[in-house]
């Protein structure tokens, strides 16, 4: 689950790390409140769930009263469109109205999960800010890379290998070593999936603070947050995203035109690989899991017959604990009897025969194939055909 900016700095700061004084402003009264009570100039940050803010004219910088009100007229109810969230954006609901700080020098941190290795790693690079891309992508030498024991933690003398690899010395280093101290400690108590720093600032007055901060949480672990559950922003998902969210299905949106519904995650990323191998652009990851029932499959094909970019809707299910007539009856609540895309269903597994006989008495038009790379060419085929065939 993500967090915005201002959620991801409110964590950080009830663990010791220092961030720009400020707060949340959802109208532009309230964002000039802020500037009152700071009594200086200020950064207005859209908050939205992407990178690029500043380059898409999500970051504003006002001097006055007038331009601080201004500025968050402009913003709140806006939609930003970054590389991240495609041509349609993310709408704008709430600003965070901080101090503009002087800054001296830039740096990245970020912890996250090095999956070769099965720990997590601490990455530093003394290049932070809006191009860290380029720079891990053409300068891969000047990042740092630290993999850490799962049973010894985070080290002071890592830390402190880190900052030197920055160019921190001194007083500095020794407060960098201690603030990724606390960003590890926050990663493990949190159950962080994910946690960036870009960038993390030395300011011309001496202070290391976190001036922008992303934390991704483990949806996995949220139960034992109950609380952050509440921290979860709907208006920044797609709509299908957060039916599928509410249903208990994995759903993502994706930028083709063939639907997907299908049970296991490993099957699911299998069959999207198939269908790029054979010329197919899949329109969403769907995984009902592997038990779902004949309701769960037939939310979660009522969710692809929403989706304005689908043109075909490829099934692949394998019936192990869940049975393939019970896929074929969900997709029929779903479908009824018509329907206006070509459906390919691919099933073997526990009842495999008496789920096809069912798509056969149903009145759907539904073609059966009995292998994956055989399913996915059909469903391939039948979409690169002129409409009226």
Not at 83 to 91: D, E, F, M, S, V
Not at 326 to 351: E, S
């Amino acid at each position: 689950m993500n967090l915005h900016e201002y959620q991801s700095k409110e964590i950080l700061s009830l663990h010791g790390v220092a961030v720009p004084q400020g707060g949340v402003a959802e109208t532009p009264e309230q964002a000039r409140q802020w500037w009152e009570k700071l009594g200086c100039d200020v950064v207005l940050k859209a908050q939205i769930h992407a990178g690029g803010r500043g380059k898409a004219g999500g970051i504003r910088i006002a001097t006055t009263p007038q331009k601080v009100e201004d500025a968050a007229r402009d913003l709140l109810g806006s939609r930003i469109a970054t590389p991240q969230t495609g041509a349609g954006g993310l709408p704008v609901h709430r600003l965070l109205v901080e101090e503009k700080v002087a800054i001296e020098r830039q740096f990245y941190l970020s912890l996250t999960l090095d999956r070769d290795a099965g720990c997590y790693c601490l990455v530093a690079s003394a290049t932070g800010g809006i191009d860290i891309e380029k720079t891990a992508a053409k300068t891969p030498e000047r990042i740092w890379r630290q993999r850490i024991d799962p049973c010894l933690g985070l080290r002071p003398f890592q830390a402190r290998q880190a900052a030197l690899f920055l160019g921190l010395r001194g007083q500095f280093c020794e407060e960098a070593v201690i603030l990724m101290g606390n960003l590890y400690h926050l990663f493990l108590e949190q159950d962080c999936f994910q946690l960036e720093i870009n960038p993390l600032v030395l300011t011309r007055g001496g202070r290391l603070l976190v001036l922008d901060a992303k934390i991704n949480l483990d949806d996995n672990a949220l139960f034992r947050h109950p609380r952050r559950q509440a921290l979860f922003d709907e208006s920044q998902l797609d709509p299908l995203e957060v039916q599928a969210r509410r249903c208990d299905i994995a759903y993502i949106k994706m930028s083709g035109t063939i639907g997907c519904l299908v049970n296991g995650a490993g099957l699911a990323m299998a069959t999207l690989d198939m269908l790029q191998e054979c010329g197919g652009q899949p329109a969403n990851f769907l995984d009902v899991g592997g038990g779902a029932s004949r309701e769960k499959i037939a939310e979660a094909f009522r969710i692809l017959l929403q989706d304005q970019d689908v043109k075909g809707v490829f099934v692949n299910i394998f019936g192990g604990i869940m049975h393939c007539d019970l896929v074929a009856q969900g997709i029929v609540d779903a479908v009824g009897v018509d329907c206006p895309w070509p459906i390919v269903v691919r099933m073997a597994g526990a009842r495999v025969a008496e789920g096809k006989a069912l798509l056969a008495a149903s009145g759907l038009k539904v073609i059966c194939s009995d292998g994956l790379e055989e399913g996915v060419s059909r469903m391939v085929t039948l979409l690169s055909l002129p409409v009226s065939e």
